[in-house]
């Protein structure tokens, strides 16, 4: 309990949702007491800069600015982490629950089923005179039997930095069928896209969601690891404050498997939630591969969700030099790793702009994954295995790295 709330603010301030969705030269650190572990992964002193604990600096100071424009919108949930103000999602509702939650103060603001999953929920606004970390134990209480959660947030694992770079004008790759991706907006790019909002004001172009899009549709001078395939985005941002929640990612997760999307991407972390967690085996059991980042909080923090949740492929990043980021996070497995720094992709304004991340990396490993997705997730694992170069330890590179031709070079 006590690490997760100190990671709390490192954890919020990867990336601001709503209109500070992307940060400028963003390079995630880690926070005081969290720096054992970084050192595993650190070729030399130089590589552990003296600018990390800035960046925890900068972190907490954003991290204030957030929670001063934003207290209507985002609190702290009984663990410590980011979440919706005022609101608690609830399990399988009866009508005795509701009218109990009812009589108690909670008001119910939505009782719904997950389309087409048959998972059934309920969302309450708390009882005014009480905290959202109050509102959470009185709800345990009512609700024993029940999954109980606050609707955590998420965030983006990777960031752009510096100005526009020329890439070359080229698109490789080749794709069938049709992928998802469930981030923040996707603004105009090359190839078939089919855009959904799932927050207010959504779908609404952003910097990340055009970014990791990008990397698979190509354009703008990036290549496109999975050119020719339909791309199905999500926006679970929009112009929200509190965008990239559990629910959003849920509902999400249930349009894409209404569509018959074989694979998604997801270059989102938070902790994990009840709720979307069973959504997530949901979709898995109608057939989706559901890939995921591991975030950048470093390999101190807390696992990164929904990479970590069972059967999730989980993607870490390397450099131009095949090293695993010293930033990259962790789940509770490790799958592959591919490309995630010293790279182009594209803005939401079209320009071609380096990024890091792994963020960017779990688009090109969702592409490879995508060519063999007919055959289930399985048969596709098992094909992509025989293409990775493999790299030690498994803790830092999984099974191995992927796509590593795929990353249109930084200049």
């Known amino acids: 309990m006590m690490m997760r709330q100190m990671l709390f603010p490192a954890v919020l301030l990867l990336a601001m949702p709503a209109a500070a969705q992307l940060l400028p030269a963003q390079v995630p650190g880690v926070v005081n007491g969290a720096l054992r572990g970084v050192t595993d992964t650190v070729r030399s002193a130089s590589e552990l800069p003296s600018a990390v604990p800035k960046l925890v600096q900068d972190r907490l100071a954003r991290f204030a600015v957030l929670l001063r424009n934003h207290r209507a919108e985002i609190a702290r949930d009984d663990h410590g982490d980011p979440a ?11 009508d005795a629950l509701v009218a109990a939650a009812t009589r108690a103060g909670f008001v119910l603001a939505e009782r719904d089923e997950i389309q ?13 005179s009480k905290s959202l970390v109050d509102g959470l134990r009185a709800m345990r209480k009512l609700a024993k039997g029940h999954d109980v959660s606050a609707d955590q947030l ?4 990777g960031g752009i930095s510096g100005p526009a770079m020329s890439g070359a004008n080229v698109a490789s790759g080749s794709a069938f069928g049709s992928i998802g991706m469930i ?3 996707v603004g105009t790019l090359t190839g078939a896209i089919e855009r959904r ?6 779908p609404s172009p952003s910097n990340h969601g055009t970014a990791v899009a990008s990397l698979m549709t190509g354009g703008g001078g990036v290549k496109g690891a999975a050119v020719g395939a339909r791309l199905y985005a999500a926006d679970v941002y ?13 509902k999400a997760l249930a349009w894409l498997s209404s569509e018959h999307v074989p694979a998604t991407v997801i270059s989102l972390v938070g902790p994990s939630n009840p709720l979307l967690a069973r959504v997530i085996q949901a979709v898995q059991g109608h057939g989706m591969i559901v890939v995921a980042a591991v975030g950048n909080d470093g390999p101190a923090a807390p696992p990164s969700y929904p990479a970590s949740y069972p059967g999730v492929v989980a993607v870490t990043g390397v450099d131009a030099r095949g090293r695993a980021l010293i930033e990259a996070g962790r789940a509770l497995h490790l799958d592959y790793a591919a490309p995630g720094a010293d790279m182009l992709a594209v803005d939401a304004r079209g320009r071609a702009v380096a990024v890091r991340g792994t963020s960017f990396a779990a688009p090109l490993a969702a592409a490879r994954i995508l060519r063999f997705a007919g055959g289930g997730r399985t048969v596709a694992l098992r094909a992509v295995d025989g293409e990775v170069r493999k790299a030690g ?5 999984g099974r191995g790295v992927l796509c590593e031709d795929c990353r249109t070079p930084a200049k």
Request: charged share 20%; proline share 7%.
């Open 84 to 94: 919706r103000a005022g609101t608690i999602l609830l399990g399988d509702p009866d």
């Open 116 to 128: 087409g999953l048959g998972i059934r929920y309920a969302r309450f606004g708390v009882p005014r």
């Open 154 to 157: 998420h965030f983006e694992g």
């Open 183 to 185: 981030d923040g907006g």
């Open 197 to 202: 909002g799932f927050a207010v004001g959504a």
């Open 238 to 250: 929009g112009k929200d404050p509190a965008g990239g929640n559990a629910l959003a990612i849920a």
């Open 393 to 397: 330890p498994a803790s830092r590179y």
